[in-house]
């Protein structure tokens, strides 16, 4: 079945780091979306993505949808402590959803 | 109201009882999806809705697990016979069309089977 594999797993930053991570699929997805989730909550989506080799920039996010439309990545500039979170990638049309990367940042 | 919401917000039942889990999605979203989230996992894919009918369910982990949508708005998720197995957060999103569009999370329903 489709399956998306995210990098790293895990990170720990300095407030301020600028922060990369990645997104990778077995199958071709129409749309890519990037989310965040908080302890306790549902995931907040963060980011969308329609076509493929889109660069979308919220604020100090910045997503890339890969040309093959089988990856992406999700860059965070200067992290503060409420970047804090999980992030995960999904894929569409079903929104199948990554494994995940931990973020943790410390003042 | 404005976002998807899930009710209840948690539900201890006993092995072996029936439970319902409910989703109002964003009015006008024709696109409600389900899943169930483990500690420490990412959110797993049980069954999409696109309107009435479930146009995938191939994420439901077996016959015990059921879902319905009757009027394509709000969503009912039913499990018979719970196992504590079951126990997971259960999250509910919807969004406006059938290509993917953005869809939007509720809170979830955290299910405990004691």
């Known amino acids: 079945g489709q399956q998306l594999n995210q990098s790293p797993q895990s990170m720990f930053i300095q407030e301020g780091e600028d922060v990369s991570m990645n997104c990778t699929s077995s199958s071709i997805f129409n749309t890519w979306l990037w989310y965040k989730q908080d302890p306790g909550e549902g995931p907040v989506l963060l980011i969308a993505?329609?076509?493929?080799?889109e660069l979308t920039s919220n604020g100090r996010l910045t997503a890339q949808f890969g040309i093959t439309r089988k990856d992406s990545f999700l860059n965070i500039s200067a992290s503060i402590p409420s970047d804090v979170g999980i992030y995960f990638c999904a894929g569409t049309d079903k929104l199948i959803f990554g494994t995940g990367t931990r973020l943790q940042v410390f003042p | 109201g404005a976002g998807v919401s899930q009710t209840p917000s948690n539900k201890v039942t006993e092995k072996g009882k029936y439970v319902e889990l409910r989703c109002d999605p964003i009015s006008g979203h024709t696109a409600l999806y389900w899943y169930r989230q483990s500690l420490g996992q990412g959110p797993e894919f049980l069954i999409y809705?696109?309107?009435?009918?479930?146009?995938?369910d191939s994420g439901l982990p077996n016959d015990r697990f059921f879902a319905v949508r009757p009027e394509g708005s709000v969503s009912t998720l039913k499990i018979q016979r719970t196992e504590r197995g079951d126990s997971a957060v259960y999250l509910c999103?919807?969004?406006?069309?059938?290509?993917?569009?953005?869809?939007?999370f509720g809170q979830g329903t955290r299910l405990t089977v004691v």
């Open positions: 809705f696109q309107g009435t009918g479930a146009a995938d």
């Open positions: 993505l329609y076509k493929a080799g």
């Open positions: 999103a919807s969004s406006l069309g059938e290509s993917g569009t953005e869809a939007f």
